[in-house]
C-alpha cells in the first residue's frame, strides 16, 4: 500500500527566509508525485508534479521540487518565501495511468510572518 | 479558468439521515474521485468514478455510501445512514488523464 509521510507538521518563517518542506512516500511500483496547496478558505490547488524526466520540477508562484528515487523523497523548496505563500501544503502520491488513487500526507501549514 | 464546484458547502445533518453531496466536475474531464479529510486527519480517498461505473473503492466506502452521475453534469455523493463519524470535509476532484483537480468541498457535520 501507498503511504506519505510529511516530517513538518507546521512551519513558521520570515518573509525572503528559504523554505524546504520534506515529503518521502512508499511504493513498490511507478510513481507519480504532486504537491498541493490550500490557501486559507479555499481549496486544494495543484502547485506542481512529477511524472517522469527530469527531477527538478518547477512549478506555480516560484516553488520547485525536487524527486530523489534513492531516498523515496520529493521535497518542495522555495528560495525566498512571502506573505501570501501562507497556506497549508499537501504531498500526494499516485500509482500512475490516467484513473487512480492519490495517497496525502497529512498537510505542512507553513506561516510567513511579514 | 474552469473549476469544479460542490454544493452545499456546509451541511448539517442528523445521525441516521441520508444526506447528498453534490459535485460539478469540469466539463471535459471523465474520471471523478471523492475524498475525505476528518478534522486533523489525511485527505483519504474514498471513489473513482470512470465510465458510469465505480472503478476503485476504499474500505471506508461501504454499503452506507453510494456515487451517481444521474446526468451530463453532477456527480453526486449519498450516505443512506450518516454517523458521527462521518463528520469531515468531503472533496469532490475531477481528471481527464494524469491530474486531479480538486473542488472547494463540503463540510459535514453529523449530529
Known amino acids: 500500500a501507498q503511504s506519505v509521510s510529511q516530517h513538518n507538521h507546521h512551519v513558521i518563517l520570515s518573509e525572503a527566509a528559504s523554505l524546504e518542506l520534506g515529503c518521502n512516500y512508499s511504493?513498490?511500483?511507478?510513481?507519480?508525485l504532486f504537491w498541493y496547496v490550500q490557501y486559507p478558505g479555499q481549496h486544494l490547488q495543484l502547485l506542481l508534479k512529477?511524472?517522469?524526466?527530469?527531477?527538478l520540477v518547477k512549478g506555480i508562484k516560484g516553488f520547485e521540487a525536487e524527486f530523489i528515487k534513492s531516498k523515496f523523497s520529493f521535497n518542495l523548496r522555495k528560495p525566498s518565501v512571502q506573505w501570501s505563500d501562507t497556506a497549508e501544503y499537501f504531498c500526494?502520491?499516485?500509482?500512475?495511468?490516467?484513473?487512480?488513487?492519490?495517497?496525502f500526507g497529512k498537510g505542512t501549514l507553513l506561516t510567513v510572518n511579514p | 479558468e474552469p473549476e469544479v464546484t460542490q454544493t452545499p458547502s456546509h451541511q448539517v445533518t442528523q445521525m441516521g439521515q441520508e444526506v447528498i453531496l453534490r459535485c460539478v466536475p469540469i466539463?471535459?474531464?471523465?474520471?471523478f474521485y471523492w475524498y475525505r479529510q476528518i478534522l486533523g486527519q489525511k485527505v483519504e480517498f474514498l471513489v473513482s468514478?470512470?465510465?458510469?461505473?465505480?472503478?476503485?473503492k476504499s474500505e471506508i466506502f461501504d454499503d452506507q455510501f453510494s456515487v451517481e452521475r444521474p446526468d451530463g453534469s453532477n456527480f453526486t455523493l449519498k450516505i443512506r445512514s450518516t454517523k458521527l463519524e462521518d463528520s469531515a470535509m468531503y472533496f469532490c476532484?475531477?481528471?481527464?488523464?494524469?491530474?486531479?483537480?480538486f473542488g472547494p468541498g463540503t463540510r459535514l457535520t453529523v449530529l
Open positions: 476532484a475531477s481528471g481527464n488523464s494524469d491530474t486531479q483537480y
Open positions: 511504493y513498490g511500483g511507478t510513481v507519480n
Open positions: 512529477y511524472f517522469s524526466g527530469d527531477p
Open positions: 500526494a502520491v499516485g500509482s500512475g495511468g490516467s484513473n487512480y488513487k492519490l495517497t
Open positions: 466539463s471535459n474531464h471523465l474520471y
Open positions: 468514478f470512470y465510465n458510469n461505473e465505480i472503478s476503485e
